[in-house]
């Protein structure tokens, strides 16, 4: 059973910057897609970044493209996401997921994750 616990969550003034973890535990994460995606009150839960485990290959939504920057430590088992820059639009609690997958291309549709964290709340304030 693979478990993905978040951390690093917080709130910051926009602009600012974040850190947020994800320790796994578990299966070994070899050949999975990883990705944090987030939901903000009211609204469908969306994609921000993925990475491939096997290879390395980044998926970035638009709306965080040149800001936030999704990496993996293999040998911590652990999964970032620095977010840089924030905007209000990015308060929202972060989930990290995880999928194991047979192609580098990894899904942006949250439903295709088996495994799922609790969440960390960001909250961005002018």
């Known amino acids: 059973q693979v478990q993905l616990v978040e951390s690093g969550g917080g709130s910051v003034q926009a602009g600012g910057s974040l850190r947020l973890s994800c320790a796994t535990s578990?299966?070994?994460?070899?050949?999975?897609?990883m990705g944090w995606f987030r939901q903000a009150p009211g609204k469908e839960r969306e994609v921000v970044a993925t990475?491939?485990?096997?290879?390395?290959?980044?998926y970035y939504a638009d709306s965080v493209k040149g800001r936030f920057t999704i990496s993996q430590d293999n040998a911590k088992r652990n999964l970032y996401l620095e977010v840089n820059t924030l905007k209000l639009e990015d308060t929202a609690m972060y989930y990290c997921?995880?999928?194991?997958?047979?192609?580098?291309?990894?899904?942006?549709?949250?439903?295709?994750?088996?495994?799922w964290g609790q969440g960390t709340q960001v909250t961005v304030s002018s």
């Open positions: 578990g299966y070994n994460l070899r050949f999975y897609c």
């Open positions: 997921a995880a999928v194991m997958w047979t192609s580098t291309w990894c899904p942006s549709e949250f439903s295709t994750y088996k495994y």
């Open positions: 990475i491939y485990t096997g290879g390395g290959s980044t």
